[in-house]
């Protein structure tokens, strides 16, 4: 236990949560739009996925240790529904450009201030039903983090052969529940998938990371030394008139490369070692909702509604009919022998789609990108 | 060719429709309400299906001709919906009768002016592919009609062993296209339904008949002996100030049953000979449109759209999708990876279904009649 530094994390510590929410969740269309995506719609609750991603994690730092990395569709609709959080710190990239460039440039902005600063990486768009476990696998991911050149990632102990999702490898243990990483696996196909799940020791990558500033600037510098310099110099404008110009114009000439990809890989090609990589085995109830069947599984596991109907409306009436998703509000909905569909309404659009094929609605809002219709995407 | 005296129809003459308009047509819901039933509305082409039923009858009755029996519910929007035919002679019953009521009612009230009116009786929600063959059929009923005390029924050739449909089972032929009738049969069930397509002397009841003032008259007395008299008197107030009055106090007491039961069923057991009724072969693209799924075929039989998918809406995305009925005007529909359904979408409710199970839509509103729920029927 002697290779971090054991303390509580609090209010005013020096843990810096920075949720990435420039993503589109197309697969929740048609209820996520270009300026309503996936984190700022209410999918599990009344308050919406990136108020909940701020609001677990607010035991843990002030209001004003956030950093948000969003995009200019999305930051107004975020700042309104965060009005606590300062508003400097909700950033909009002029240019989507991965994972990489987005935690990367948080991680320049705090070294310059604290080195020592420990940053959370967060995705804005998940559900955790056990928050306090969350955190307190947070508080340990935070102290490995803090020693050394430690990376420490959140590993999500998998319950089916998802081959959706990138695998942790984890090899020996390392003080309480934490595992040295050994490898990094982008999706699998199906049977390698089973394996990994047979094999005990395997991880969904859950984006969740946790690293110190000086850790992952040095990182960015050894892996991505084109981008890193880019960074600094953009890191080195905030609080200055010349940010907004610097950032716009700069920006966009990062490498287009997820913090996976770039770092975390070569970092684990070490060796499990020499790599400073750290697992912490999640069991927190974690879910990432990828589509309209995660979010009615997730609401059936929670409600078990009548014949697995999870019908959203003014009224019901069901006959013969099971494990349907419906989602139309304010109106009355009759479902009349059909099964394990998915139908969601809004004003100016219908999906109807089944559980098995919900993971291709992205290709409706490709379809709309390309027909230009943007006012339905 | 004796029997009936040969003269063309034309306006002017003493041909009287009387549209039958006082059904819900619940099967249409969400589309079909109470005070928007299935005759209001335009399932095939711009034209409600009333609309289209006395236009089609036009260049064979004047407008002034015309009588609807329709109820409280219907008749404003019938009268919004059909201008130019008189007020008066869209009737609403105060209570529904059934059809002998119904067009008994219209008999007596002819037969006080011209007990030689040749009256033909139509149901208000039907498509007929061919109006220039429908036109020549009735003006050949109305001919037999016309002579003696006959009655005529176009009969519909049936193309499937519907178990849906009355049947009529014909005898001896008698001029022209025309054949006596042995016998009307209710609902069969499916293996006699098919005994009946097979053995090709059977015909669906339309519903359509004619015969004259007097011959209606004259049956309805003779088997409707308690109901006629009431008839009778409501008849006779026509014109005067207590009509209104008269017809409310009595309607509700005339037995409520249809014609086919008291006079067409008892009549053909007669024989065929004796009873004077008489099946005209009507082969000019009948169809009920009784269902989601019929109108669903009926317009994919038209219009051929690819992969049977019939979706009114604006804008539309299909991907794995066939066989699908999609009414959601005004929205962008994408159907992706679903068959055979029938989905419907009004401001206030949301219907999901089957072509398979469409039948089953007049259970929703007999639920919500139970429930209440007036403002969805």
Chains 1, 2 share one sequence.
Not at 91 to 98: I, W
Not at 108 to 122: C, K, N, S
Not at 141 to 158: D, F, H, M, T
Not at 190 to 202: I, Q
């Amino acid at each position: 236990m002697s290779e971090w530094n054991r303390k509580t994390l609090a209010k005013n510590s020096n843990f810096y949560p920075v949720i990435l929410a420039g993503g589109r969740g197309t697969r929740f269309w048609p209820l996520s739009r270009k300026k309503r995506a996936k984190q700022l719609l209410a999918l599990d609750g009344k308050q919406t996925m990136i108020q909940q991603t701020v609001g677990r994690l607010l035991p843990l730092a002030s209001a004003k240790s956030f950093w948000i990395i969003t995009n200019d569709d999305l930051r107004p609709a975020i700042l309104k529904q965060l009005p606590k959080l300062p508003k400097a710190q909700v950033l909009a990239e002029p240019l989507g450009r991965n994972t990489a460039p987005a935690i990367g440039l948080a991680a320049f902005l705090l070294w310059r201030e604290q080195p020592d600063a420990v940053i959370g990486m967060f995705p804005s768009d998940h559900v955790i039903a056990d928050e306090k476990t969350y955190r307190s696998t947070i508080e340990r991911g935070a102290e490995i983090a803090a020693g050394g050149e430690n990376i420490v990632v959140l590993g999500i102990r998998p319950n089916r052969a998802e081959t959706g999702y990138g695998y942790i490898e984890a090899g020996s243990g390392f003080g309480g529940d934490a595992l040295r990483v050994r490898r990094f696996t982008e999706k699998p196909d199906a049977e390698t998938a089973a394996a990994f799940v047979a094999a005990g020791n395997y991880f969904w990558n859950s984006g969740m990371f946790l690293w110190s500033a000086r850790t992952l600037s040095n990182a960015l510098r050894e892996h991505l030394p084109k981008t890193a310099p880019i960074l600094e110099e953009i890191a080195a404008s905030f609080g200055t008139r010349k940010f907004a110009g610097t950032f716009r114009r700069l920006y966009p000439k990062c490498e287009n490369i997820s913090v996976d990809y770039a770092v975390l890989e070569p970092r684990s090609a070490k060796g499990e070692h020499a790599g400073n990589i750290f697992c912490l085995p999640a069991d927190f109830g974690w879910n990432d909702l990828g589509s309209w069947t995660a979010l009615h599984e997730h609401h059936t596991a929670k409600s078990s509604p009548a014949e697995g109907n999870l019908i959203n409306g003014e009224g019901v009436f069901v006959l013969n009919a099971h494990g349907n998703y419906v989602h139309a509000p304010g109106k009355f909905v009759a479902v009349v022998g059909v099964s394990d569909l998915v139908v969601v309404e809004t004003p100016d659009a219908l999906l109807i789609t089944t559980r098995q094929h919900a993971q291709d609605v992205g290709k409706v809002v490709k379809h709309l990108d390309q027909k230009k219709l943007h006012r339905l995407t």
